[in-house]
């Protein structure tokens, strides 16, 4: 057989953590503490199962045509009136309708990167973020955002967007402090920079009450409708479902403009059936009646997670207690212990974790691990921190 | 406020002729001929929305949680199935499932394309395609499936992929005859280069039965599963509903491994809900049983479609009556006809078309039109063509 062309290069930067990550799946008896996925009992089945039956019986044009390549034009204006509060003012021009949050970083790459260019981001990042973004194998500024020497200005001067996840990041679980989201904002007015809000876990406070979003902070300064640099990105997956695929991007209606050529290239317009029952959850009251339940159920599960690293970890990871959100985020306090190969010891003691490699742009981070407390029940999570220990206790004997 | 970060390059490629079409959908009473929706009238309302309902009652799981990246197994299963045959074997490892057909093409882009790679396309050629590719800028060879020289070794050696539509191409609405099938798999054999199937119009055959898919064609010289140079990509959006965003690539293991690569950054995974609906409407024959009625209307409306082109436009243009599909192709007799501005004129008349500039990558074409016939009922498509006619004299007057 006569060779074959050769793949886009970014391919050949591989991760072979994430593909143990995928093998670990089939494991038996495996306690995944590595993934992010929300726990199943959050579901009301048969309230969801009311709103997919009439979806389709009352609306067959809007779920069964294609839509819009915005989105339905009712569930634009929906999620424009959740959002606008105080000076943001926001229509369905600021507005468009994604599958899922993936696809909204996914979208902004393509209007927004050229082969190299700069953007700023809050580091470490989100894999899935880096990943979209890596076929335009981008410059990388990082910001630490909880750095006493932050300087959004500089890191924002020249990139084409700055990336932050100021609730509850994934992976460090971190909130972003008032001082910097306001700091952040006011270098992005400054710079011209957009600045990308991040906000898959801003729902899922456990403790205090949420903080001003960046986009609201921003609104002081912009018109109405909302024009200015910050673009929102929300889904309704950490919410309601993640099988939806729904989310939105929330920005300037000139930014909007140009994410949807890049969305009708993409997938043309994002399932009418999906957007009509995310429609009616958030219409219904459904979405707002699940939270309670939701914050309940990840509060004990993170309690029951925070416990269990208090008695069996305090002698080789230091972490923070997270207020929200679906990750703790450890640091070893050996710098021999490499958290590559302690996914690999882990998996060989039936628990899966996240090693801080995949959320650094540059793979170099062996030195802390991502641990999510949504979707095991607490039993599950108690035995994972038993076993990392050992996993952990093994590793740094082979180091 | 200081100057924005520039929007990536390919933006500036702007269609005026895209703007000008999406605008056309506010005018009243306007004959739409330019679009390719599938008729309204086709779906079973009542069918749909048991589907719907089961797929929630009864598999949450699958229907409310992240699905798989390469889509749901039992989805990929029946795929598989529905299309092996003679020499062709195909598993779950030849399936991907995809947000509809434009996804599919999007991610063939993101792991074949560089800047500037060589792709060899049918001509004149998809939209949607075309789009798709168009951020990485790639040389397009063209290929005139119906040429007496036709060269597909030519065309195909040192490109990343060929491009083609066999079934009732978008926009000529031609068939590809066997022998060129034929002729363009083994050339895909003899090149190494990947050969693109695209074929959503595969089932809308209203005259004759069915040609051989290339795919099936290029089995002969494969093992199993399948892994010949046969890229495959089907869709529900005409055999079911748009609405679900649902499509499938059926390719060579290894091809769908780095497929699934991109989808995973695109937006993680398909919708569940759509996919489990979807299974269950091949499983239950729901789209077999579907399939009489949709042609039965649609071979009607081609037929009021060319018997009034026979009467109103014989002295204007020349075309092939289609047999399949979704368009006729018609190209002005006289040179002297701009296209692009017979669709303004159009659109002044109450009735819109689609020049064939949009589907030429270079946007030289100005001699053609695309018409749909799938759409409008018989007296719109009547009075569509009546109006055509007219505005087709007024152009001429005034070139």
């Known amino acids: 057989m006569p060779q074959r062309p050769a793949f886009a290069k970014w391919l050949d930067d591989t991760n072979d953590v994430t593909a143990t990550f995928l093998a670990a799946g089939r494991i038996p008896g495996l306690v995944n503490l590595g993934g992010g996925l929300p726990g ?17 019986a009352d609306h067959a044009d809007e779920t069964l045509a294609y839509a819009p390549v915005a989105g339905l034009p009712k569930l634009r204006d929906l999620i424009a009136a959740r959002y606008s509060e105080g000076d943001l003012t926001l229509t369905r021009d600021n507005v468009l309708i994604t599958a899922g949050g993936a696809q909204a970083l996914n979208l902004i790459g393509t209007v927004l990167l050229e082969e ?3 953007v700023a981001s809050q580091t470490p990042a989100y894999l899935g973020a880096l990943d979209n973004w ?24 020249g990139a084409q967007f700055a990336y932050t996840v100021p609730n509850f990041s994934n992976p460090t679980g971190k909130l972003v402090n008032a001082a910097t989201r306001r700091r952040l904002v006011d270098a992005a007015h400054h710079t011209g920079t957009w600045l990308i809000e991040d906000d898959p876990y801003g729902t899922l406070y456990y403790d205090d009450a949420p903080m001003p979003r ?29 099988g939806l695929r729904i989310g939105w991007i ?11 050529a890049a969305k009708q290239s993409a997938d043309m317009c994002t399932s009418g059936l999906c957007q009509q029952i995310t429609h009616d959850a958030f219409a219904t009251g459904l979405a ?3 939270l309670p339940n939701i914050l309940d159920l990840y509060r004990a599960r993170r309690d029951a997670l925070c416990a269990a690293m208090d008695e069996h970890l305090p002698d080789l990871f230091t972490w923070e207690r997270p207020t929200g959100g679906m990750f703790v985020w450890a640091t070893a306090k050996d ?5 590559n190969r302690l996914m690999e010891v882990g998996l060989e003691h039936g628990v899966c974790i996240s090693p801080s490699s995949v959320f650094d742009p540059e793979g170099r981070d062996h030195s802390s691990i991502r641990i999510n407390f949504t979707y095991n029940t607490e039993d599950k999570l108690v035995t ?14 082979e180091a």
């Open 40 to 56: 199943t009992e959050i579901w009301p089945v048969e309230d969801m199962t009311k709103l997919a039956t009439s979806a389709v």
């Open 116 to 118: 190299g260019s700069t």
């Open 134 to 157: 890596r076929p335009r194998q981008p410059v990388y500024r990082p910001m630490r955002l909880e750095a006493n020497d932050l300087d959004p200005v500089a890191a924002m001067t």
């Open 214 to 242: 960046m986009l609201t902070l921003s609104a002081e300064e912009a018109g109405a409708p909302y024009d200015g640099p910050v673009i929102y990105l929300g889904t309704v997956s950490k919410e309601l479902a993640p």
């Open 250 to 260: 929330i920005a300037a209606p000139e930014m909007i403009e140009v994410l949807k």
């Open 288 to 290: 707002d009646d699940m």
């Open 335 to 339: 710098p021999a212990l490499d958290t």
């Open 384 to 397: 994972g921190i038993e076993r990392l220990a050992t996993a952990t206790r093994a590793a740094l004997a």
